[in-house]
C-alpha cells in the first residue's frame, strides 16, 4: 500500500503541476522553446536495445510474479528486488518490445531523414521532471535516512540501501528539487516560475504519500497516546492507534495471526502520518487558492517552505525520531531542516519581493 500511495502522490502531483505550466504559459509568464528532432529516421540501435532490456525486465518479472502471485503478495518488495524471475517471460517479452519499438519507427520512417524545428511547451516536460524527481528523490530519502541512522545502516549496509522502508522526506525534497531546478534550466524554464508551478502539487504529492505510511505502518508514527481523547465526535484511531499488520513488524504479536506482518503497537501512539495528511492536503488547498492571487515570481514556492516547515516542525514534537545532542540541546534532524525551510522561506518572500521592485524601478 505504501507504494501504490507513492505512485498515486506522483501521478496528481504531475498533473497539478501540468495545471500550473500549462496556466503560467497562457498568461505569458514563461514561453516556448524550440528543438532540432530529427524526423522519419529508422530505429536506431540503442532504441532496440533499450527497448529490449525494459521487455526483458518487465517479462522476467511479472510473469514470475503471475505464477508465484500468493507468495508475492507476501513479500511484495522481496519479490521486486530480488534477482529471481522468468527467463522465458523475460526473452518473449523483449522480443515484443523490440518488435513494436521497430514497427511504430518504421511508420514515421522517410526515405531520407529531415531535422524540423520542434515547439517544446513547458508543461510537456513534466514526464521528464517527475521521473527525475522520483529516481533522485527515492536516493536522497535512503542517503539521508541512513545518515540519521548511521548504527543501523553500518550494521547491514546492503538492507539499508536496497529496502524501501526507511525513507526520510526532507533528503527526497532537497534532492529532488536540485535535480529538476538543474533539468527545467537546462530545458529554458525561468527558475522562479518552476518552482512556484511546483508549489501546490509538492504540498498535494506529500499529503498523498502520507496516506502510504498511514496504512502500511511503515514506522512513521508517532509517540505513544496516553492522554485521553480530547474529543467525543474523533474516532479512537485518530488519536490513538495499534497499527496493526504493520510492514516493519514492530510491536507485540497479535493473538490469532500467523505468517508475516503479525504485529500491533502496545501502547497504541499518535497517527503522525494522518496528522500530516490532513494537514498537507489543508495547505495544498490554501496554497491553490491564493497561487494566482501571488504575482511575484519566487514567493509562493517561498510560502510552500513556511507551510512546510511550520507543519514538519510541529508533527517532530509528537513523532518517533532519532534524536540529536548539541551542547544538551536535542533535536531531530526534520526539526533542523524544518527550521531552515521556515528561514528560507521567510528570506525569500523578502528577496523575491526586492528583487521585483528593483526590476520595475
Same mark, same amino acid.
Given at each position: 500500500?505504501? $507504494?501504490?500511495?507513492? #505512485?498515486? @502522490? &506522483? %501521478? /496528481?502531483?504531475? !498533473?497539478?503541476?501540468?495545471?500550473?505550466?500549462?496556466?503560467? +504559459?497562457?498568461?505569458?509568464?514563461?514561453?516556448?522553446?524550440?528543438?532540432?528532432?530529427?524526423?522519419?529516421?529508422?530505429?536506431?540501435?540503442?532504441?532496440?536495445?533499450?527497448?529490449?532490456?525494459?521487455?526483458?525486465?518487465?517479462?522476467?518479472?511479472?510473469?514470475?510474479?503471475?505464477?508465484?502471485?500468493?507468495?508475492?503478495?507476501?513479500?511484495?518488495?522481496?519479490?521486486?528486488?530480488?534477482?529471481?524471475?522468468?527467463?522465458?517471460? $523475460?526473452?518473449?517479452? #523483449?522480443? @515484443? &518490445? %523490440? /518488435?513494436?519499438? !521497430?514497427?511504430?519507427?518504421?511508420?514515421?520512417?522517410?526515405? +531520407?531523414?529531415?531535422?524540423?524545428?520542434?515547439?517544446?511547451?513547458?508543461?510537456?516536460?513534466?514526464?521528464?521532471?517527475?521521473?527525475?524527481?522520483?529516481?533522485?528523490?527515492?536516493?536522497?530519502?535512503?542517503?539521508?535516512?541512513?545518515?540519521?541512522?548511521?548504527?543501523?545502516?553500518?550494521?547491514?549496509?546492503?538492507?539499508?540501501?536496497?529496502?524501501?522502508?526507511?525513507?526520510?522526506?526532507?533528503?527526497?525534497?532537497?534532492?529532488?528539487?536540485?535535480?529538476?531546478?538543474?533539468?527545467?534550466?537546462?530545458?529554458?524554464?525561468?527558475?522562479?516560475?518552476?518552482?512556484?508551478?511546483?508549489?501546490?502539487?509538492?504540498?498535494?504529492?506529500?499529503?498523498?504519500?502520507?496516506?502510504?505510511?498511514?496504512?502500511?505502518?511503515?514506522?512513521?508514527?508517532?509517540?505513544?497516546?496516553?492522554?485521553?481523547?480530547?474529543?467525543?465526535?474523533?474516532?479512537?484511531?485518530?488519536?490513538?492507534?495499534?497499527?496493526?499488520?504493520?510492514?516493519?513488524?514492530?510491536?507485540?504479536?497479535?493473538?490469532?495471526?500467523?505468517?508475516?506482518?503479525?504485529?500491533?503497537?502496545?501502547?497504541?501512539?499518535?497517527?503522525?502520518?494522518?496528522?500530516?495528511?490532513?494537514?498537507?492536503?489543508?495547505?495544498?488547498?490554501?496554497?491553490?487558492?491564493?497561487?494566482?492571487?501571488?504575482?511575484?515570481?519566487?514567493?509562493?514556492?517561498?510560502?510552500?517552505?513556511?507551510?512546510?516547515?511550520?507543519?514538519?516542525?510541529?508533527?517532530?514534537?509528537?513523532?518517533?525520531?532519532?534524536?540529536?545532542?548539541?551542547?544538551?540541546?536535542?533535536?531531530?534532524?526534520?526539526?533542523?531542516?524544518?527550521?531552515?525551510?521556515?528561514?528560507?522561506?521567510?528570506?525569500?518572500?523578502?528577496?523575491?519581493?526586492?528583487?521585483?521592485?528593483?526590476?520595475?524601478?
Amino acid at each position: 500500500m505504501f $507504494g501504490f500511495f507513492v #505512485a498515486v @502522490a &506522483f %501521478i /496528481y502531483a504531475a !498533473y497539478v503541476w501540468t495545471k500550473e505550466l500549462k496556466r503560467k +504559459e497562457e498568461d505569458g509568464l514563461i514561453g516556448t522553446t524550440t528543438q532540432k528532432i530529427l524526423k522519419g529516421q529508422k530505429a536506431t540501435t540503442n532504441e532496440l536495445v533499450t527497448a529490449g532490456i525494459i521487455g526483458f525486465i518487465l517479462g522476467f518479472k511479472l510473469l514470475y510474479i503471475a505464477f508465484n502471485f500468493s507468495a508475492f503478495l507476501e513479500d511484495t518488495q522481496g519479490f521486486i528486488l530480488s534477482t529471481q524471475g522468468n527467463l522465458l517471460g $523475460g526473452i518473449l517479452c #523483449a522480443a @515484443a &518490445f %523490440i /518488435y513494436f519499438k !521497430y514497427k511504430e519507427k518504421e511508420k514515421t520512417r522517410l526515405d +531520407e531523414p529531415v531535422w524540423e524545428q520542434e515547439i517544446i511547451h513547458p508543461y510537456q516536460q513534466v514526464g521528464n521532471l517527475t521521473l527525475i524527481a522520483a529516481f533522485a528523490g527515492i536516493l536522497g530519502a535512503k542517503i539521508f535516512h541512513n545518515l540519521e541512522n548511521w548504527d543501523e545502516f553500518m550494521a547491514d549496509p546492503i538492507e539499508a540501501l536496497m529496502s524501501f522502508s526507511g525513507l526520510t522526506m526532507y533528503g527526497g525534497l532537497i534532492l529532488a528539487s536540485v535535480a529538476c531546478i538543474w533539468y527545467g534550466t537546462k530545458q529554458g524554464i525561468k527558475v522562479t516560475h518552476l518552482i512556484d508551478s511546483a508549489a501546490p502539487s509538492l504540498m498535494l504529492g506529500y499529503g498523498i504519500g502520507r496516506i502510504g505510511c498511514h496504512v502500511s505502518g511503515d514506522g512513521d508514527w508517532g509517540i505513544p497516546s496516553l492522554n485521553p481523547k480530547p474529543f467525543n465526535w474523533m474516532p479512537d484511531w485518530m488519536w490513538s492507534y495499534d497499527y496493526p499488520h504493520n510492514v516493519v513488524s514492530e510491536g507485540v504479536p497479535l493473538p490469532g495471526c500467523e505468517g508475516r506482518f503479525c504485529t500491533h503497537l502496545d501502547p497504541s501512539v499518535y497517527p503522525t502520518a494522518f496528522y500530516e495528511v490532513v494537514m498537507c492536503i489543508s495547505l495544498f488547498f490554501v496554497i491553490w487558492a491564493i497561487r494566482k492571487r501571488i504575482t511575484t515570481p519566487g514567493v509562493l514556492f517561498s510560502i510552500y517552505l513556511i507551510f512546510n516547515g511550520v507543519e514538519r516542525f510541529f508533527i517532530e514534537k509528537i513523532r518517533v525520531n532519532t534524536l540529536y545532542h548539541v551542547n544538551g540541546f536535542g533535536f531531530t534532524q526534520a526539526e533542523l531542516i524544518s527550521t531552515l525551510l521556515f528561514f528560507t522561506g521567510v528570506f525569500g518572500i523578502w528577496y523575491f519581493r526586492r528583487k521585483n521592485v528593483v526590476r520595475s524601478v
